[in-house]
Each structure stands twice: as structure tokens, then as C-alpha cells.
């Protein structure tokens, strides 16, 4: 026989009891004390009106106590139940493994509380009953399973464990959970062992090739929250794609999402699009019952900057799987304009050649550049504002009036690569490029062969950062036959990002408005040099061009899954990671494994000193950089609703003694429909009370 | 300590002398063309004719009936000895009772006092003899009747060294003085009658056997009739009763009635005895009930 609450908060109106017996006591007149002659005459006339004088008041007193207690307890939601509580741990000392699912579907709400509540509630509960001289210790169920507390005997040390513990946001591992509890079992001190395995059933759990085989049968009671769950968990975002269009002055961004319906009806939701957390967009959404729809959104982007998002449908009973975060770099499928001032009939001869082959290697999705080629003479019919990036390649002249094109191009953000060539007329880009060129354009020079190279000594500049000391080795020895000698121009910056061994500037950059202009002094081809025929102009030529971009530190992947670790693709900085609740963590030999909670991690590099001082971060050491953030989200496997049978966990946990328990049995928390609601009873007894106090006020 | 005893002389001194003062000025002012003496010229009066038989004073025998009937018949003549009276004064605890609420109002055994002082003075200005006995559950002093003129100090001292104190017991005492009072003789007693289980109608039978003639004064002061308090009290008693709190407002008409009742029984059983029964509110003047008594006396003469 129990008695629970299902808004126990409102038993916080008891309190107003209070109020009764302060007024009854503030009002109480003060008592005098007079001597009175015919004292035995008071009392038999205090015993003839007993009905009418004092205890009235004490009866009001009590009765207004009685309205105010019943209402806190009606409000409070009070359900009765006539079963009587048995402990399910062992009467006698016995070892005992909790395997507590702390997946994120244990998050789902059930009233006020989550699964994951219940199950400690019942925990708590359980230990309470359990008789000394029991151990217990617990494994989390969640992937990857681990033992948060080893065998112990102290029950207070137990719980206050237990209270640390939090619903994760992974997915469930049962068969690993199995797997340590059975370890944990065998060193276990007591006769008498059990597994007591408390979880919601998800189906996603439990695969066969986790499970363990035992040779000792030992008992494992299961307990199924799922029971509980006063509603289901009816949609979810399954999955976020994100395209772009690049254009001159805006991009396009495209966010495809996968919703699904798992409810039985048809389900109308808004689905919000959050952009570095603002709502821009919205849509209403009809999803038909336990189908899929896809929904896409564009926005325009006027900024050439990484962007964060989220999308986000309204809440059911499991909120976790109802936003998913996107990262959005702009560098992914560099629109690059080829224009080949030298195009031949044999391809492999064309300036172009080698350059759309290392900017596009096997497809756009891999090395994210789209370049397009293109002659001179097919260059008015080119769009510019499409391309993000312009390569001319050994180019004469351009048509008429295009230079401007090409300057306004730049001054808007787009990035010009220009390649030398025999086709190079030094007059004309001095002349009509000269807004554009940091430099004056002077002579070929011509080298034999050994003569020229890389110099490549100091590799601080950002695209040389990914390649090894060997590949830089490799790099040096590339021969250059040809090269253009430059010339600065008064009042003109630039930056020198290479140099030939003959101390002559190879590549020349410089900021023209937003954009950036980058001029390579020797040919894009084979003409001048050996470069295009070797393996590191493929990885060169692309740094360039995302450089040119700004997407530099475009990191491979950036749209994790929670537990997955997150690598590091350059070794020589030192990065930081700031998580989604603002703690910062350090990677640990290049990987970062900490991607538990689902959001934006933000990655800063930081100067070297400063990162071995301290082990433990509070804030942003300083000099620290922004290099580029990456999203974790949930598995959504363990967001299906679909559960296990008991038939499939005997076939799955052969040779353990399987006990399957309903936790509404234990009295932890009684369903509506097996308790008795006591609410209304209690309102009514309010209702008579008031009645029997307005009786006896009138009769007073 | 000499001082004390001064202080306390002249106390009792210049209280004897109001008592005597209001005492004389009641009687007085009553009697003027009112009042006939009960035992005027009775020792003279003709009562009625016997058959004489042998025994009989001859010096009785009425020789003018015998010359005229051939008969001796003896004159008989009421007896004329005086009047013994014994007052009998409740010096309980609850006599003492003062109210809270009026102060104007005398306290009950200020009026009993009075009325004492007065009836003391009346019967010995009649050559009858006065005595004074005060009580609580016992007798606690005894001034035996005299007649004299002068003891009437002795009864004003008496009443003047009230301390009124212990619980009531009439019945333990009247059956005690049932006894000891001479046949015939007048008891008067002045009390609250708040006692409690006690068979007082028994006491006054025994007394009314003895040929005594008994008269009840009820002395009660109005807040023992009304209970006009309020609020929450205390009543703590005066005498061995356990203290109680309530608010009188709640029981009030209880109250009120239980107290016509405990008069009203007290009454009847007068009545039915044949004892005086005299009701005194002391928030009255003490003349309504002086002369109520006399008026009664008087017509108890005619008769």
C-alpha cells in the first residue's frame, strides 16, 4: 500500500498551515484572570453548553488546517495504490551490479520527471531496503559502457554517486554493459551476486555481437522504464544536409532536413532554423504518420564567414532529438573560374590541364573546388559574380573593358590567382592590371635545369602548414626553368607567401578591397617548371585557392556524432577546444575525445607556451585565434521508439537467469490507470469541510 | 508591630463606627411610625380559656366565667419572654468577592455587614437578645446572644475583624448549632448559599423541628447573576474550587440560568419549610430589604 505524488511540489502548501494557527493564535484575546466566587457554577455551565463554546474554535482552527492540507495534498496529485512495496534486491548480503541506462532516450519526460529519474528514484529506494553487508556498484549502459563505481559497501557513498550521474546524450551498449557487470561479478565478495539491469528497452541497444557468453547463470533482473512514459517521443530530426551557392557577392546556403513522424497521426510542426542562434527561418510542416519529410531551407549569405546553426522542431516527451546543429563553412565547393590564356587542341598541352586536374582530383564533394575552365574568348559570356575564384593561366589580354570586371570582382571578396606563361604580355598587365598587380611585371628569366627552385625555409605561412618536413624536402627539389623578375610598385603592399633559391619573390599576395589577388611568378603548367607533374602541386594549388577563399583551415570533418573523437589535421599548432557549455578542454595527442554533449565546439590555436602552463583552462589564453568550430550531434538511432521483446533479449542474454520486472510493481511511481487518483475525493472532503465550517460559523 | 496593631485599631474602630452609624440610620429611618415590636405587651396579652384542672395556678382562674357558668376555667396568656436571636454570617471565601467591572457596587460581605449591624441594632433596641456566629466550614467565632444595650459593640467588633477566607459549609455548621440554640429562639442567616452538594434542606428541617424560627438572607452581588465578563478569563475561585478558562460570553445564558435555578430551588425549599427567605442584590439600597423583612414580620403579627 503506497501513497505518491505526482506534483509533489505543491506539498509545499502545507506550509500554509501556518497561517490558521498564527491568526488563531494572533486573534486568541488576552486572558485575564479574575476570582470568581461561583466557580463550580462556570464549569456546570461550561459542561451543559460543551457544543457551543471553546472547542468551536478549536474546531474551526482545525477545520480550516484540514482545507488547507487537503487542498496542497489534492493539488499534489495524490494516487493510492493497495499494492504493498516489496524490495526486488536480495533479503540476505549480496553482491549486486546496477546497470544503469544513462542513454539519451532515458531522457525521455514522463510528467514531470525523466525515465532516467525514475530509475534513480527507484535506486534509491532499492538501497534503502537493501540489508547491510551488501555491495553494490554501477555500470552505465551507455556507449561506451564504464564502471562509474567499484564494489562498496557504503550505502551513503553509493548514493551520493548515483546523484552525480546525469543522462547522457550516447546511445545505449547493453551487450558492453553486460560484458563489464559479469567482470565486475566475479571479484565480488558476497555469495549471493545479481545484476539488476534498469533501462527503457530501446531497441537500439542491444546487438547480438555484443553480448557476452557466460558460463556462471547468473540472475539479471530486467526492469522496464518504458512503462512509464506517459507520452511517446513523437518526432525527431533524423538528418541536416548543407549545400551552397557560391556567387560574387552572396552565397546561398541550402539546409536539407530529414523529420520524421513516429506518432500515429499526422503531425504539424514548425521547424526554425537558427543561424549563430538567431530564428531566421520557419516552416509549418504536415508530417504523415511514421513517415519522413524533407524540408529544405535557403538563405542568402551576405558574409563570407563560417557559420553555426541549428534546426529546431517543437518539443515532445525526448527534446534531445528535436534541434540537430550544422556547421557551415564557406569553403566547402569553391566555384573557381579556369581561364586558360593558352588552350590547345591536345588537352594535356592546354595551360589548364594540370590545374583543373589538382583542383578537382576525383569530385567536387572530395576536395570541395568546382573549377570551370574557360578561353579568353568564352570569358564575356562568364558570369563572375558565380565564381568565388578567378585563375588566369598564361593569359595575353583580357577582352576589353574586362580588367574592370576583374577589379570590381576582387573589391567585392573574390580571390584572383594569376599564373605566368609565354603567353604573359608584362605591357599589358602593367598597364591595364596595374590596379589589381601589388607589382610591376619585369622579364623572363630563364634557368637551366638545377638552377631554380623553392626556397621554402620558412614555413609559417599558412598553406605550407599541413605538409611534412620530408614533403617540403621533396618540394625544394622541383626544378623551375622560368620564371618572371618583379618589380614593387611605390605605395603598393604586398606579402611575399614564397620565394625562388635565387632570392627572387615565386608567389606574391596582397589584399585588394575584400578580395585577394596571388601571383604566381613561374607558368601553372609544365612550360616552366616540373611542378604539375609532381604529387605536391595537388595539395599546393588547392591550399592556394582555399586560401585565396579564406577557407584555409577547412577541417575534413566537422559534423560528428556524440563520443566520436575529432582529429586534428595539422600538428604544428596548439589548439584548444571551447565545448557548448563554455568549458575548454585541450586535445590530447591531436584527438579530441570529449564530444559527449551535443553542439557547437569552438577550436582556437593557441601560442605554445601558454598551453603547457596550463593544464587546466578556465578562459581563452591569450593570443588565442579562432581557427574554426565543428558540431556534435546525437545518434539518432536511439531516438527510434521501436523497443526490445522479451523473447529477443532471452535469445540475446542465453545462460543468465532473466527476471523481467514492470518498476510501477516496486511502488516507484504508479501509472494513472493502476492507482487510484485521490484528487478528487480530497476536493471533495475541502467541499464538505467548507459546508461544516459556514454551519458552524452560522450557528455561532 | 505597636503600630500595626494601632494602625489596625483605629481601622476597626472607624469601621465599627459606620457600621454603627448606617446600622442606626437604616433601623431608625424604618421604624419611624412603622414599626411594632413583636413582643410588646405580649406577656399580658389573653390567649384563650382551659378546663382548669388540678395544678392549675388558682390565681389564673377567671372567677367572673366561674360565677356565671358554675365552671373554673383558667386564662391562658401568651408568653413573654424575650426574643434570643443568633445571626449566622458566611465568612466564606466567596464572600469576599469584589468586581472587576463596577467598583460602586458593594461587596457582598460589605452588605452583609451592614444588614448584620442593622438587625443587631434593630432586636437589641427590642430588649432582645442578639448573637453573632461566623462561619465557613466551621464555626470560626461565637458571640453568644445578649440583650443589653452595650452588645451591640461586641457584635460591630465582630463584624469589623471579618477576614473571609476557607470554603462553605452550612449544613456541617447548622447541624453543629442546632444543638446548642435555645428552643424558640431566631436564627438568621446571611450568606452566597454557594455551596456545593450539600443538603441544606435537611439542616432546615432540623432547625424548624427545634421550633426555631429560621431566616434566610441570600446575599448575591449582580455579577454572580449576569456574568457580564468578556473575553478570555481565567476564573480562579475563591475557595477550594479548580480554576477555569473560558469565555464567558460563550456560557453566559447558560450561566445565567443555572443560577435562577440554584435561587429558585433555594426558594422552594424556604417555602416549603416555612423559613423566611430574604434575597439581597447588593447593587440594591439594604432598606428595600430591611423593610420587606419588618413588613413580613408585621404581618406575621396580624395573623
Redesign the interface.
Known amino acids: 500500500m503506497s501513497l505518491n505524488f505526482s506534483s509533489p511540489l505543491f506539498l509545499l502548501g502545507l506550509l500554509g498551515l501556518t497561517f490558521p494557527v498564527l491568526i488563531h493564535l494572533l486573534t486568541r484575546r488576552q486572558q485575564k484572570r479574575i476570582r470568581f466566587s461561583a466557580v463550580y457554577l462556570l464549569a456546570q455551565s461550561q459542561k451543559r453548553s460543551i457544543k457551543k463554546s471553546r472547542p468551536n474554535k478549536l474546531f474551526l482552527l482545525l477545520a480550516r488546517c484540514l482545507i488547507i492540507a487537503l487542498l496542497s495534498m489534492a493539488l499534489a496529485k495524490p494516487l493510492f495504490s493497495a499494492k504493498t512495496s516489496e524490495s526486488l534486491l536480495p533479503t540476505s548480503p549480496a553482491s549486486i551490479v546496477f546497470i544503469l541506462d544513462d542513454s539519451y532516450s532515458m531522457g525521455t519526460r514522463s510528467k514531470e520527471k525523466t525515465l532516467f529519474n525514475y530509475a534513480l528514484e527507484y535506486l534509491y529506494k532499492g538501497l534503502k531496503q537493501a540489508p547491510d553487508n551488501s555491495e553494490f556498484s554501477i555500470v552505465l549502459a551507455s556507449s561506451p559502457a564504464r564502471i562509474v563505481q567499484d564494489w562498496t559497501s557504503d550505502k551513503s557513498n553509493f548514493i551520493n554517486k548515483l546523484e552525480a550521474q546525469a543522462v547522457s546524450y550516447r546511445t545505449t551498449y547493453i551487450g558492453d554493459a553486460i560484458e563489464k557487470a559479469v567482470k565486475l561479478l566475479e571479484s565480488g565478495k558476497q555469495k549471493k551476486k545479481t545484476i539488476l539491469l534498469l533501462t527503457d528497452l530501446d531497441k537500439n541497444g542491444w546487438k547480438e555481437e555484443t553480448f557476452p557468453k557466460t558460463t556462471v547463470p547468473y540472475p539479471v533482473q530486467v526492469l522496464n522504464f518504458s512503462e512509464l512514459q506517459s507520452e511517446k517521443n513523437k518526432e525527431m530530426i533524423e538528418n541536416i544536409e548543407i549545400s551552397q551557392e557560391f556567387l560574387t557577392q552572396s552565397r546561398l546556403l541550402r539546409v536539407k532536413a530529414k523529420v520524421k513522424n513516429f506518432s500515429k497521426t499526422v503531425n504539424r510542426l514548425p521547424l526554425s532554423l537558427f543561424l549563430e542562434g538567431k530564428l531566421v527561418k520557419e516552416e509549418l510542416l504536415d508530417i504523415p504518420p511514421g513517415q519522413t519529410l524533407m524540408q529544405e531551407f535557403s538563405y542568402p549569405l551576405i558574409k563570407n564567414q563560417p557559420l553555426n546553426g541549428k534546426l529546431q522542431i517543437s518539443d515532445d516527451a525526448l527534446p534531445v532529438d528535436n534541434s540537430r546543429y550544422f556547421p557551415f563553412h564557406p569553403s566547402q565547393n569553391i566555384q573557381v573560374l579556369v581561364v586558360d590564356g593558352d588552350p590547345e587542341t591536345i588537352s594535356h598541352q592546354s595551360e589548364s590541364f594540370y590545374l583543373e586536374r589538382a583542383l578537382n582530383p576525383f569530385s567536387v564533394s572530395l576536395s570541395h573546388i568546382d573549377p570551370t575552365v574557360s578561353t579568353l574568348a568564352e570569358l564575356t559570356l562568364r558570369n563572375l559574380s558565380d565564381f568565388s575564384v578567378v585563375i588566369l593561366a598564361n593569359v595575353r589580354e583580357l577582352p576589353p573593358g574586362y580588367e574592370l570586371k576583374l577589379e570590381k570582382f576582387v573589391l567585392n571578396g573574390g580571390a584572383l590567382l594569376l599564373g605566368m606563361g609565354d603567353q604573359v604580355d608584362p605591357k599589358y598587365f602593367n598597364e591595364h592590371l596595374a590596379n589589381l598587380l601589388p607589382v610591376q611585371l619585369e622579364s623572363q628569366q630563364e634557368f637551366k635545369a638545377g638552377a631554380l627552385n623553392l626556397m621554402l625555409t620558412n614555413n609559417n605561412h599558412p598553406v605550407m602548414r599541413v605538409f611534412s618536413p620530408k614533403t617540403v624536402e621533396e618540394m625544394r627539389e622541383i626544378n623551375f626553368y622560368s620564371m618572371y623578375t618583379v618589380q614593387s610598385r611605390e605605395e603598393k603592399r604586398f606579402k611575399v607567401g614564397a620565394w625562388f633559391s635565387n632570392q627572387h619573390p615565386a608567389v606574391i599576395e596582397s589584399e585588394k578591397g575584400k578580395g585577394v589577388v596571388i601571383l604566381f611568378l613561374s607558368s601553372l603548367d609544365r612550360d616552366w617548371n616540373d611542378f604539375p607533374i609532381q604529387p605536391t602541386y595537388l595539395p599546393w594549388i588547392q591550399r592556394w585557392t582555399q586560401y585565396a577563399t579564406r577557407g584555409l583551415e577547412n577541417i575534413s570533418r566537422k559534423d560528428l556524432l556524440v563520443g566520436e573523437p575529432f582529429r586534428k589535421n595539422t600538428t604544428s599548432t596548439k589548439w584548444i577546444v571551447r565545448g557548448p557549455s563554455g568549458t575548454f578542454y585541450s586535445f590530447e595527442n591531436d584527438i579530441f575525445t570529449k564530444t559527449f554533449q551535443p553542439g557547437i565546439y569552438s577550436l582556437f590555436s593557441v601560442p605554445p607556451a601558454d598551453t603547457e602552463e596550463q593544464k587546466v583552462l578556465t578562459k581563452l589564453p591569450q593570443g588565442s585565434k579562432p581557427v574554426g568550430t565543428f558540431t556534435v550531434n546525437i545518434d539518432v538511432r536511439e531516438s527510434e521508439p521501436e523497443k526490445i521483446t522479451q523473447k529477443e533479449i532471452e535469445s540475446l542474454l542465453q545462460g543468465f537467469k532473466l527476471e523481467f520486472l514492470e518498476p510501477q510493481s516496486q511502488a516507484i511511481q504508479h501509472k494513472e490507470s493502476e492507482a487510484i487518483p485521490l484528487a478528487t475525493p480530497l476536493l471533495l472532503m475541502v467541499a464538505a469541510i467548507f459546508l461544516i465550517e459556514g454551519w458552524v460559523l452560522r450557528n455561532d | 508591630m505597636e503600630n500595626s496593631e494601632q494602625k489596625f485599631d483605629t481601622e476597626v474602630l472607624s469601621r465599627i463606627s459606620n457600621l454603627k452609624m448606617t446600622a442606626i440610620n437604616l433601623v431608625e429611618g424604618l421604624l419611624t411610625g412603622q414599626h411594632r415590636s413583636l413582643h410588646k405587651g405580649s406577656s399580658v396579652e389573653f390567649a384563650e380559656y382551659k378546663d382548669y384542672s388540678p395544678g392549675d395556678e388558682i390565681r389564673h382562674i377567671d372567677w367572673k366565667v366561674a360565677g356565671k357558668t358554675d365552671k373554673y376555667h383558667v386564662k391562658q396568656f401568651q408568653e413573654s419572654t424575650n426574643l434570643k436571636c443568633t445571626i449566622l454570617l458566611d465568612a466564606s ?3 469576599d ?2 468586581s ?1 467591572l463596577n467598583e460602586h457596587t458593594p461587596k ?1 460581605m460589605e452588605c452583609a455587614r451592614n444588614l448584620v449591624a442593622a438587625l443587631s441594632y434593630l432586636l437589641l433596641k427590642q430588649f432582645d437578645a442578639v448573637g453573632l456566629t461566623l462561619f465557613n466550614d466551621q464555626v470560626i467565632e461565637h458571640i453568644p446572644p445578649r440583650s443589653k444595650a452595650s452588645h451591640f459593640k461586641n457584635i460591630l467588633y465582630g463584624l469589623a475583624n471579618i477576614s473571609p477566607q476557607g470554603s462553605t459549609d452550612i449544613a456541617e455548621v447548622l447541624l453543629g448549632l442546632s444543638e446548642r440554640l435555645p428552643k424558640r429562639s431566631m436564627l438568621i442567616l446571611v450568606s ?1 448559599f ?1 455551596i ?1 452538594n450539600q443538603d441544606l434542606q435537611k439542616s432546615l428541617k432540623l432547625l424548624c423541628s427545634r421550633d426555631i424560627e429560621v431566616v434566610l438572607f441570600h446575599v448575591l ?1 449582580p455579577d ?1 447573576m449576569h ?1 457580564p ?1 468578556e ?9 477550594a ?8 460570553h ?2 453566559q ?3 445565567q440560568s ?2 435562577r435555578g ?1 435561587i429558585n430551588l433555594l426558594k422552594e425549599s424556604c417555602n416549603g419549610l416555612g423559613v423566611d427567605y430574604v434575597f439581597l442584590d447588593t447593587s440594591e439600597s439594604l432598606d428595600q430589604a430591611l423593610s420587606y423583612y419588618l413588613l413580613k414580620r408585621k404581618s406575621l403579627i396580624k395573623l
Open positions: 471565601g466567596s464572600m468577592y469584589d472587576p457582598k452566597d454557594f456545593q452581588h454572580e456574568l465578563f473575553g478570555d478569563i481565567v476564573f480562579e475561585s475563591l475557595e474550587d479548580l480554576s477555569i478558562g473560558l469565555d464567558p460563550d456560557i445564558e447558560e450561566y443555572v443560577i440554584h
